[in-house]
Structure formats: C-alpha cells, structure tokens
C-alpha cells in the first residue's frame, strides 16, 4: 500500500493538471470563506464569560457599564446660563438618538433642584452643582470643565456600538457652542473606538510593507534558484486558505489572531524554502520525476514531523486563562497546517507544469581555480562552522547554556503590563482627552463592587454599603470618592444617611430611572463605584488587592454577599494569569513535542531538537531583561512562538543529519552535510523572516512594535540555536551512542 507522501508524489507526477485544478478551486473556497471574517472585541475575548469571575463581569458590564461616551466641555464659562440653554439642547437631541438610553449633565441637577429653571448667575448654578455633585456623576469637575455623559444601550454589538458613538459625534457636530467653550467627545467607547480603528490600518499597512520586504529579502537570498518569489506566493496562499478556515468556523478576528500571522508567515516561508530548495538539489541530479518523488517523500515526512511538532507547540497555549490566546494558538495551528500543505502540493505541482529546469549557477573563483557560487561559498562557510562545534561541543553547550540559565531568574524581574492605554500611541487624540480627563477627575475607570442582598434598600443593608465606602475612602489615600445608590440617598437627604425605610422610599420616588438604574438592578443587587487618582495598572491592582483583604475581614451586614468586578479586576487578573500560565504553557509545549518526538524515533535521542529550544527560551529572557522589554498580551506567547519556530528548524536537522547517517557518512562528515543543505534553508526563510518583519518595529503603537522585536529576536535566537548549537547537541549525542555501544559487548561478556 502506498504512504500518503507516495500517491500524491505520483498524482503529480501522472495527473499535474488536475492536481492544479483541484488547488485552485480550494483556493477559491477558501476565498469566498475568507470574506466573512469579522473584527472581534470586547470582554469575551479577554476572559471566559463561563467562569464564575467571567460570568460577573459580564453582567456587570450588561447590567451597569454601557462604555458610555463622555463629552468633555472645557472654557472659562461652563457654568454660565447661556451655557447650560446650550448644554439642555445638545441633551435633548442626543437623547433622541437611537441606541441612547439617557444622558446625565449639570442639567438633570437644575431639573431636580430648581424646578428645570436655569439660574440667572453663574454663582447660582455653581451653588447648585457643589451642592448635589454626587448625584450626576461628572457635572462638577472643575472650574473651566463639565462633562456630559452620554448612556448607552448596554450589549450592544461591535457595529451598533459604532455606529451609536458616530451619531453622537454628529449630533454634537450640528451644535455650535458658546464662545470660547471647546467640546471633546471621550471616555472609554471613544478610546476603544479609535484604538481598534487605529491599529487596524495601521496594522494591515505594516504587515503589506513586512511582505513587500520579504519579497526584497527573497530576491537577494534566493537568487540562486529559478522562480525566487515561489515561496511568498505559497505563503500567501497559505494565509488564504487560514482566513478562509476562520470565515468557515466562524472565528473572530482580535489583536491576537492578527498577531499569529506573522508567526505563520514566518513558519511558512520556510517550508515553502525547504521544499523548493530539496527540490532543486534533485532536480539536478536527475529528472524532473525523481525530483518530485524524492522532494514529497522524504522532504514531506520530514517537514510533517517538524510541523506536527511545531503545532504541538502551539497547542500547550490551550492552557492560557485568555480566550484570545486560545484562539492565538488554535490560528497558529491552522496556519502552520495551511502553510506546509500548500508548499508541498504547489512546490512540485508548479514544477511540473512548468518543466523546471535549474538555474546554472553564478560563479566565483576560489583559491584552487574551480568556480563556486555564491550560496555555495556560503555552504562551505556552514560546513566548517558545523565542523568546528561538532569538534568542540561541549565548550559550546558551556558557554550558551550559561547565558540560558541566567535567564531563567531574569524571567520573573520582566515587567507585566496589560494596561489597554499602555499599547496605543501617546499622541493619540483619544488617548491625550482620556489623560485630561483622568488629570480633572481621576482615573476614568472605577473600581466596582458589587452588592447582593434579600433587599439592598434595607437601612441595614444601605448602612454597611455606606459605612465600607467611608472606611476605605479614609484607609486608601488613592481613592478619591466612591457613587452607590446610598451615597445618592445621603446626598438628596441633605448628607444624612436615611435611617428608615418610610424615609428611603419617599426619597427613591425622587431618584432619576436613570441613575437608580446605574447603581442597582431590581432589588436585589447594587454596585459600588469607588473612583481613584489617576494610577497605573501594577498600582491598582496593588491597591485592589488590598481592598479584597479589607473586604474579606470587614464584617458583612447578615445575608449580604460583596465582590469586586470590572474592567480593572479583569486587566488585573491578567497580570496573574501571565504569570501563572506562561511556564506552565512553555512546560507543556516542550512535554508534548517530547512525547510526540519519542513516539516517532523510538529513541532516546529524540530529545536532541528540544535542547537548543530551552536555550533559545533563556536567551529571550536575558534580551528582554536587557531591552527593557514588557510582557503584555501578545509578548505572553513568546514562549509558545520560540517553540514553535525553533522546532521546525532543529528537527529538520536532525532528520537531514539521520538521512545523511542512514547513508554511510560519520558523525563529523553528517553534521556539516545537515548544516549545510538545510541550515541555508533555513538562514534564507530565517532572515527574510527577520528582515520583513523588522517593520513592524516601526509601528507607532508600541503593543506591536514590542511584538515585532520580539518576533524579530526569536526568530534570530531560532536560527542560531538551529546552526550553532544543534550540531554540538548531536555530536555528544553521537558519542554518547558511540560510548553505549562500546560498553554493551563488555557487558555480555
């Protein structure tokens, strides 16, 4: 019976057109697939909705947070009569608009407390306003600043949510201020808005000039073969054929996702290389037939293996707490398998069709007079390096394996930073408004706590959610105020609390819908929203931490039950889940690629491609340390990309050097022939990887311009760990071997 590798080869070889058909109408598919893949955002790909902290968080944001759009109005004269006739008739239109569900300003306190009259003087409205602040949030900031908050339908889609802040934005557009008085639209919506906008187009225009780079870098390095550019016309197939897998399963498309194709891209311009190298090597040496069978059947197995081990790799991120990494590794996988299958059907395929024919090469003298070629110089090059360290391997282990172990410590001093704020551009509008506005009333974010009881409108009940919030606010000098439905109370009740229930519900009767519906739902639950200076997320989640442990041993009001929730308990938990998970991803990858490389060989030696890989994982640690470089959510999978990328390097290797043993040759004569065939392959895949995706560095968001040098390094370490430390990892192998087998006829004697 023939193997899979065989009856394609054969296929190809009999039928190559309608192999070609075949190609081309997946491709297709893959196309129309491809189009139905949409932008993916929001608190569901961050965490697991189905998880008890992910479930809270979801229905406080459904519930409570509506990522309301904040219009900030700033002047001299943000309380002059004139300004509030013009504050009433933006509220009023805005609050026409679909999707809106309310709007809160100075003027809901002038409709409360003055009978919907605006005053005659500024000194009568600021009266008003330092008098009820707490009860509409924002109304008094500063002297020179107001701020109107516009509540949006919690829930809603990408798109609806879109399209609500662009009406927004048009209807503020349609109305003139007063002189002198400018008007921001900001907050949270805005911020995400612009931010995903942003980092779309700028990310599509970095990832088209990261390709037109690999087309430079393929046009140097891969010269000496015909049909240079084959393989980024592979590799864009193979990122077709991935959208359009995502289009068919429905997956969205996060930060994340994008993240994993330049990984893929970078994989899969080496297979692509492999390939058409192998290829031309055979097709030299003899007909076009042979080349394709022997190209497909022993190439193909040995790439499978590396890129079965490569996906394992990316399969231990199934372990990450994230959703978005999840699916990272789930897009990794898919490409990886997209990437290997077209450039081992279009490879041969293609030459076949074409009746390809090698270049002849372009010569140089050497010392002896024969000519050589330019890649064949660098060949000799790789096969005395190889030579060297097969000679000298155990210094070589010394020495990079140092460098390793220092990393290992180092690893745990890298700073972890998930912060939304921290990955834009520091002279992004939006983010420049967001800092104004966190620098006039703290930080824009809350921290959220939240109430359950049999009736939270209790005296009791009311009692503790009061007497907490003053407790902390006096404890924790970074909390600058703290907005419940018992703080409302107090403030309409002229700064008393109310002390019983007649009194509560008189004075509930007289409480906005809206602004009843902002901190309780029904009544059975409420929310506490303690606000903050204007910290950084470590700092914050420094100071939640400590206000879990004040809630943990503060005594509850019997029946009640308190937990803190939000957008900040989830960044937060991020940093932990990082930390928790990142080793334990790394573990697992290696573990799996182990088991998986025993099952193949049957050998002990099959450990041989991991260890330049735990070298390769010490080296980021030690380069990062030194750059100054952060772990945030893309940079967490670094550790999953090095084994990914390293892997299929050094297994190849390590299947050329047992095909070169296999055929007579000795250790030392093996390794160099094994650096030599495949460590060209892999230094041109390798630095047109490098070389392309350095744009990405110049990315003026700093989350993927991190994620670009990062590439940018493990991809480097992958290469030199491939070239410099697996020949010294196979020879002590090989002695270790030639020890054993010296030894066994002693033994049985």
């Known amino acids: 019976m023939q193997s899979p590798f065989a009856l394609l080869a054969n296929s190809i070889i009999n039928h190559p057109k309608t192999v070609a058909a075949v190609a081309i109408g997946v491709i297709l598919v893959m196309i129309f697939f491809a189009s139905g893949v949409q932008m993916k955002t929001g608190t569901e790909t961050y965490v697991d909705i189905n998880s008890p902290s992910g479930s809270l968080i979801k229905h406080y944001e459904d519930t409570y947070s509506s990522d309301s759009v904040i219009l900030m109005f700033e002047g001299d004269a943000v309380y002059m009569p004139e300004m509030l006739d013009y504050l009433r008739d933006l509220s009023d239109d805005i609050e026409n608009e679909y999707q809106v569900v309310s709007v809160l300003s100075v003027i809901d306190l002038i409709n409360l407390y003055n009978g919907g009259v605006i005053p005659g003087s500024e000194a009568e409205i600021k009266n008003i306003v330092n008098q009820h602040k707490d009860v509409i949030p924002g109304a008094s900031t500063t002297g020179a600043m107001t701020l109107m908050q516009v509540i949006v339908q919690p829930g809603l889609s990408d798109s609806a949510a879109t399209a609500a802040l662009n009406n927004i934005r048009s209807v503020v557009s349609a109305h003139s201020p007063p002189p002198g008085i400018s008007v921001t639209v900001t907050g949270t919506a805005a911020f995400s808005d612009e931010m995903k906008t942003s980092m779309g187009s700028s990310t599509g225009m970095l990832i088209g000039l990261a390709m037109l780079l690999m087309v430079v870098a393929m046009a140097f390095l891969f010269g000496h073969v015909r049909y240079r550019f084959l393989p980024v016309f592979i590799v864009m197939m193979g990122v077709i054929v991935s959208f359009g897998m995502m289009g068919a399963s429905g997956t969205g498309l996060t930060m994340m996702v994008m993240a994993a194709f330049p990984v893929m891209i970078g994989i899969g311009i080496d297979y692509a290389i492999q390939f058409q190298t192998r290829f031309d090597e055979e097709v030299r040496k003899g007909s076009i037939d042979e080349a394709v069978y022997t190209t497909i059947t022993q190439s193909g197995s040995a790439v499978a293996i590396a890129m079965v081990a490569t996906s394992l790799g990316f399969i231990a991120l199934a372990m990450a707490p994230f959703p978005m990494v999840v699916d990272f590794g789930v897009i990794c996988v898919v490409g990886v398998l997209s990437c290997y299958l077209c450039a081992l059907v279009i490879v041969p395929t293609f030459a076949k069709l074409v009746h390809y024919r090698p270049l002849e090469p372009k010569s140089h003298k050497n010392g002896t007079g024969n000519k050589v070629s330019m890649m064949e110089r660098y060949d000799i090059v790789l096969g005395k390096v190889a030579g060297w360290i097969a000679d000298h391997p155990v210094g070589v282990l010394l020495l990079v394996g140092c460098i390793a172990m220092i990393g290992i410590p180092l690893d745990d001093k890298i700073v972890i930073n998930t912060e939304e704020e921290a990955m834009v551009p520091p002279t992004m509008p939006a983010k420049v408004s967001m800092e104004k506005l966190g620098s006039a009333m703290g930080s824009t974010s809350t921290i959220p706590l939240v109430v359950r009881s049999d009736d939270i409108f209790e005296p009791d009940t009311l009692r503790w959610m009061y007497a907490f919030t003053e407790y902390e606010k006096l404890k924790h000098s970074e909390i600058t105020g703290a907005t419940s439905i018992a703080s409302v109370l107090t403030s309409m009740n002229g700064g008393v609390l109310p002390q019983d229930r007649e009194q509560i519900a008189a004075l509930l009767k007289l409480v906005p819908e809206t602004t009843l519906s902002r ?188 994620f670009g040098l990062v590439t940018v390094i493990t991809v480097a370490f992958s290469l030199m760990g491939a070239i410099l430390v697996m020949p010294a990892v196979l020879a002590i192998t090989s002695r270790i071997q030639d020890w054993l087998a010296a030894r066994k006829p002693a033994n049985a004697f």
């Open 519 to 706: 901190y309780t739902d029904g009544q059975m639950e409420a929310v506490i929203e303690f606000s903050t200076e204007d910290l950084d997320l470590n700092s914050m989640k420094a100071l939640l931490d400590e206000m879990r442990v004040d809630l943990g041993w503060y005594e509850n009001d019997p029946g009640t039950t308190t937990v803190f929730t939000g957008t900040l308990v989830l960044f937060g938990d991020m940093i932990d889940g990082i930390t928790e998970s990142k080793s334990d991803m790394n573990l697992m990858g290696f573990g799996l690629i182990f088991a998986f490389l025993i099952l193949i060989y049957r050998k002990a030696t099959a450990i041989t491609p991991i260890i330049p890989i735990i070298m390769i994982v010490g080296w980021n640690a030690v380069i990062m340390y030194v750059l100054g470089l952060e772990y945030n959510i893309l940079t967490a999978t670094l550790g999953a990309m090095t084994i990914g990328v390293a892997s299929e390097y050094t297994i190849l290797i390590m299947e050329r050097y047992d095909e070169e043993r296999e055929r007579g040759l000795s250790c030392h004569d093996a390794i160099q022939t094994s650096i030599q065939k495949i460590g060209t392959a892999i230094t041109i895949s390798g630095l047109t990887t490098v070389f392309g995706f350095s744009a990405l560095t110049l990315s003026e968001f700093p989350i993927m311009a991190n």
